[in-house]
C-alpha cells in the first residue's frame, strides 16, 4: 500500500527555517518524481518544487528559487523539503506528492495529507 507522510510543519518567524519531511511506503522514492505541493487559505494549491525520478534535477516555482532546497534520501525512502528565508506568504499546508513519471504534473498519483507551515511576522 503506498503512502506518503509528511512531518515537520510549524509555527516559524519571519526569516527562519524550517525542513520538512516526507517518509513513503510502498514505493521507491527513486522511480518516481517527487515534489511538494502547497496550499494556501482561499488559493489554488501549486507545485512548489520537484526532483525527477531519472536524475537529481530538480525544480522549484520562482516563489521559492533560492531559498528551498529539495532532496531525496533513497536509502529511507524520504524526501525532504528544506525551506530557509521563510516569508508569510509561504504559509500553507505543504504536501508531498509522488508520480510515476520523469516529472511532477498537477495531478500527482500519490498524496500525503499535508503539513501545516505557518511564518508569523
Known amino acids: 500500500q503506498v503512502q506518503l507522510v509528511e512531518s515537520g510543519g510549524d509555527l516559524v518567524q519571519v526569516g527562519g527555517s524550517l525542513t520538512l519531511s516526507c517518509a513513503a511506503s510502498g514505493f521507491s522514492v527513486h522511480e518516481y518524481a517527487m515534489g511538494w505541493f502547497r496550499q494556501a487559505p482561499g488559493k489554488e494549491r501549486e507545485e512548489v518544487s520537484c526532483?525527477?525520478?531519472?536524475?537529481?534535477?530538480?525544480h522549484y516555482s520562482d516563489s521559492v528559487k533560492g531559498r528551498f532546497i529539495i532532496s531525496r534520501e533513497s536509502a529511507k525512502n524520504m524526501v525532504y523539503l528544506q525551506m530557509n528565508s521563510l516569508r508569510p506568504e509561504d504559509t500553507a499546508v505543504y504536501y508531498c506528492a509522488a508520480v510515476g513519471s520523469e516529472i511532477c504534473i498537477p495531478n500527482m498519483d500519490y498524496w500525503g495529507e499535508g503539513t501545516l507551515v505557518t511564518v508569523s511576522s
Open positions: 526532483i525527477r525520478n531519472d536524475a537529481e534535477i530538480t
